[in-house]
């Protein structure tokens, strides 16, 4: 970890007032360089910091985000980070939240697996985390978070999800479970091989949905091409027949905008439709009664 990075990490650990324990802190070497421009949310009337979520017999990190003052029980967002784990943007994602009123976690899903900040390119962090992690872990312990939540003054009547790329696929999936009230998905695959970890993919679920999913989606994304995001659409409307959530369901894609377009610390970014998406966002979570 380069010098700015962990002067980066001494002045966010400071900040939270929070005792560290094993949460990545600062923003992941493999996702390098880091933008000047990265948006910063301050502390400022709200709580932020690590907090331990217990998981069959073990414990997992999550970054956690609240007002400072409340009343009453607080609507509850799990953000689902990208492949990078819960850096410095996923952190100020929850904070972004959490001036808004709601309690936002999010977990250290790659918790069990390693430290995607020990690898240096995304391909590493795909063969030694991203391969180890199950879908079914992932899901399991998003459970254990709301979980959590419920017991810290959270509402599990108000529930939302909304995640990332690799978290973007895994909110589509966490739609499917019945604490679920709403999903946003920004650019999260749709399609895929099937592996033992991976046995499904949001198009195989659509019919499943307990949750409606907004998706957002760059028609430039190389990763993500259009004709995905069509099969995703089409898996949609074949179930909104005997499925509400599939057909209150909703894909937005921009033009000409690529991969990780929100990500405002990386080059991919693209403020115009980040902040299209980031008000639809919010309004698809109040239209949801998550708020």
Not at 35 to 42: N, R
Not at 72 to 101: Q, Y
Not at 145 to 153: D, E, K, Q
Request: net charge neutral; glycine share 10%.
């Amino acid at each position: 970890m380069n010098e700015d990075l962990k002067s980066n990490r001494r002045n966010f650990m400071k900040a939270s007032g929070i005792t560290v324990t094993s949460l990545g802190v600062g923003y992941v070497a493999a996702s390098n360089p880091v933008l000047a421009a990265a948006i910063q949310t301050d502390f400022s009337g709200i709580r932020a910091g690590e907090e331990l979520i217990p998981v069959s017999g073990i414990s997992i990190p999550a970054y956690v985000s609240r007002p400072e003052k409340s009343t009453g029980s607080l609507p509850i967002i799990i953000v689902v980070s990208e492949i990078f784990g819960v850096h410095e943007h996923i952190a100020d994602i929850t904070r972004r939240f959490a001036k808004l009123g709601y309690l936002a976690i999010a977990p250290e899903f790659f918790y069990r697996a390693g430290d995607p900040n020990q690898y240096g390119t995304i391909a590493e962090i795909f063969t030694n985390i991203i391969s180890k992690t199950s879908d079914a872990q992932v899901l399991g312990d998003l459970q254990a978070a709301l979980a959590w939540a419920g017991s810290h003054g959270g509402d599990l009547k108000r529930v939302g999800v909304t995640g990332f790329c690799w978290g973007g696929r895994i909110t589509w999936l966490a739609a499917t479970l019945p604490q679920v009230r709403s999903g946003v998905a920004w650019y999260g695959r749709l399609v895929g091989d099937k592996t033992e970890g991976n046995p499904r993919h949001p198009v195989d679920v659509a019919n499943e949905l307990k949750a409606p999913v907004l998706g957002l989606y760059g028609g430039a994304d190389t990763g993500i091409p259009v004709d995905t995001v069509e099969k995703m659409r089409a898996a949609l409307t074949m179930a909104s027949s005997n499925n509400s959530a599939a057909k209150a369901s909703r894909i937005e894609v921009y033009p000409d905008t690529p991969h990780a377009f929100n990500a405002d610390y990386r080059e991919s970014y693209r403020a115009g439709p980040a902040q299209d998406a980031w008000k639809k966002c919010l309004d698809w979570f109040k239209h949801a009664g998550v708020v």
